[in-house]
């Protein structure tokens, strides 16, 4: 089955900074890789994801790349701000169906002022 | 976007008694959902995936006649455990993507956080 590794487990940055997750996954007929922000004590909230047939994918401050060949896939979050913090989760879909997702094992993201 | 909303979010029981979790989808309908488990500092580990009208399907190591799945409906989803004891307290999280819907976004519930004494 599906592996998802994700790093680093924590990240600390000062504010205005950009921070970046790194995330890898073993099957290579996985063709879905979301990003997932979680605040304490709350269920995942999407970010951005992104499919397999593109490389790149922007929206605002938050950026998501894909190299299949390596199976790896990277957030990337610029100009970051206190409110950014939280635990940062990658995913990846099991095979080539889009709703059954492996979990990476998150990233605790802190934004100091 | 789409809505998944779970109740409660918070539950405290005894050892020994049963609690049951709803995940409600309110504007879509899912034939689909999954119901994860969260442990302190962990990531989210998929416990089964719930079908609407059939038998849900668990992943190896969790306990189907422990953690019974319900999905009576197109819209509701529930996980009771059974005889629960306090290892079983953990954030219970459902998901669910809307079929009618053109992304393949996952929508997650705000989870629920059991105790068990």
């Known amino acids: 089955g599906e592996n998802v590794e994700q790093h680093p487990s924590t990240l600390s940055v000062q504010e205005g900074d950009s921070a970046v997750i790194k995330c890898t996954y073993s099957d290579s007929a996985s063709n879905y890789f979301p990003w997932y922000k979680q605040e304490l004590g709350k269920g995942p909230q999407l970010i951005i994801d992104i499919r397999s047939n593109v490389g790149e994918k922007k929206d605002q401050r938050i950026a998501v790349t894909l190299n299949k060949t390596a199976k790896h896939f990277s957030l990337h979050i610029t100009e970051t701000q206190p409110e950014d913090s939280a635990v940062y989760f990658c995913a990846a879909s099991e095979g080539t169906g889009f709703q059954k997702l492996v979990f990476g094992t998150g990233t605790r993201l802190l934004v100091s002022p | 976007g789409a809505v998944v909303s779970q109740h409660p979010s918070r539950v405290i029981c005894k050892s020994g008694t049963s609690v049951k979790i709803e995940c409600r989808s309110l504007?879509?309908?899912?034939?689909?959902m999954f119901w994860y488990r969260q442990f302190p500092k962990q990531s989210l580990m998929l416990m089964a995936t719930?079908?609407?009208?059939?038998?849900?399907?668990?992943e190896q190591g969790v306990e189907k006649d422990k953690f019974l799945i319900n999905h009576a409906s197109l819209t509701l989803s529930t996980l009771t455990v059974t005889s629960a004891h306090p290892e079983d307290s953990s954030f219970y999280i459902c998901?669910?993507?809307?079929?009618?819907?053109?992304?393949?976004?996952?929508?997650f519930g705000q989870g629920t956080r059991l105790t068990v004494v």
């Open positions: 998901s669910a993507r809307d079929p009618g819907a053109p992304g393949t976004e996952a929508f």
């Open positions: 504007d879509f309908q899912a034939t689909t």
């Open positions: 719930s079908n609407e009208g059939s038998k849900a399907t668990y």
